[in-house]
Nanobody, 127 residues
Framework: QVQVVESGGGLVQPGGSLRLSCAVS????????IGWFRQAPGKEREGVSC????????YYLDSVKGRFTISRDNAKSMVYLQMNSLKPEDTAVYSC????????????????????WGQGTQVTVSS
């Protein structure tokens, strides 16, 4: 049993920044990779970024590369998503998930089995 809780969402103007936090707790919680997802109104959920539990390798959705940065603080059992140069199309509910690799060389959110999910936090980018 693992608990995942996101925070840090809010309303920001285009070009602004937000930092999302994902707190992970529970038995063997340090074993899991962490992924960030988002779902905008009328669209399907997409994987934004993820970070492994081993070597800390990262993945980013093409549309957020160069703007978003994922990081992990193992001592605090926290994962962060720093979002800069935000655009209106970044508006969505952002969710954090903990999971396990489904292949030997995971490279994206699609290469993990996501076992535990947070409740989601709203990010709105608007003037």
């Amino acid at each position: 049993q693992v608990q995942v809780v996101e925070s840090g969402g809010g309303l920001v103007q285009p070009g602004g920044s937000l930092r999302l936090s994902c707190a992970v707790s529970g038995r063997n919680s340090d074993f899991y990779a962490i992924g960030w997802f988002r779902q905008a109104p009328g669209k399907e959920r997409e994987g934004v970024s993820c970070i492994s539990s081993g070597d800390g390798s990262t993945y980013y959705l093409d549309s957020v590369k160069g703007r978003f940065t994922i990081s992990r603080d193992n001592a605090k059992s926290m994962v962060y998503l720093q979002m800069n140069s935000l655009k209106p199309e970044d508006t969505a509910v952002y969710s954090c998930a903990a999971g396990r690799a489904s292949r030997w060389n995971p490279k994206s959110n699609r290469d993990y089995i996501w076992d535990y999910w947070g409740q989601g936090t709203q990010v709105t980018v608007s003037s």
